[in-house]
């Protein structure tokens, strides 16, 4: 069964305090590893796709990386319109289609 | 573009009434659409797996005698929550994928509160 773990549950950072947050997962085969951002009373907004261990991915302040048990999403200089609760899911090639399994997220604030 | 649209997007309904959810791809059309439940600061929880013009494949523990689905088209997918009761109420979410690069579009999210 894939499991999906995020960590810390929740994180607050000061404006410009740069942090990471962890993705560790267990998949059979690993198709793909999405970030998702979501804010409160809406749904997930596409981040990154990783598909192999090494590979980063970048966009404004926030880079995803990838080894074969776990991803990073490092928050560089963060700023408050950061605060959200980020997801991580994965895709199996085992499974069919795009089926993805969620993690529990990361709520993070950041105040100015 | 990869747009998705959710209606209603919040409904309040008594209980042991049925409610309806239309999901939409608004500019691609969408052979499978994923229905997710998510409970207040919880994760998403695949609820079921709609392909167009097939039944759907639900989820361990979700009842599909309660939460129908129908994929009739391309671009819409409907979960009607039947008989709904207070525990149903939830936000459910739904996603389409568009068959590029195995990428899931979401939607806004629907609000349901059963009194």
């Known amino acids: 069964e894939d499991q999906v773990t995020q960590s810390p549950e929740a994180l607050r950072l000061q404006e410009g305090e740069s942090s990471s947050l962890n993705c560790s997962y267990t998949?059979?085969?690993?198709?793909?590893l999405f970030w998702y951002r979501q804010d409160p009373g809406k749904g997930p907004e596409f981040l990154f796709t990783?598909?192999?261990a090494g590979e980063e991915k970048e966009k404004e302040r926030l880079k995803a990386t990838l080894t074969k048990k776990e991803s990073f999403l490092h928050i560089t200089a963060p700023k408050p319109e950061d605060s959200a609760t980020y997801l991580c899911a994965v895709q199996a090639w085992e499974t069919s289609g795009s089926r993805l399994t969620f993690g529990e997220g990361t709520q993070l604030t950041v105040n100015p | 573009g990869a747009v998705v649209s959710q209606h209603p997007s919040r409904v309040i309904c008594k209980s042991g009434t049925s409610v309806k959810i239309e999901c939409r791809s608004l500019d691609f059309q969408a052979t499978t659409m994923f229905w997710y439940r998510q409970f207040p600061k919880q994760s998403l929880m695949l609820m079921a797996t709609s392909n167009e013009g097939s039944k759907a494949t639900y989820e361990q523990g979700v009842e599909k005698d309660k939460f129908l689905i129908n994929h009739a088209s391309l671009t819409l997918s409907t979960l009607t929550v039947t008989s709904a009761h207070p525990e149903d109420s939830s936000f459910y979410i739904c996603?389409?994928?568009?068959?590029?690069?195995?990428?899931?579009?979401f939607g806004p999210g629907t609000r349901l509160t059963v009194l």
């Open positions: 990783l598909y192999s």
């Open positions: 998949v059979s085969g690993l198709r793909g």
């Open positions: 996603s389409a994928d568009n068959g590029v690069a195995d990428e899931q579009f």
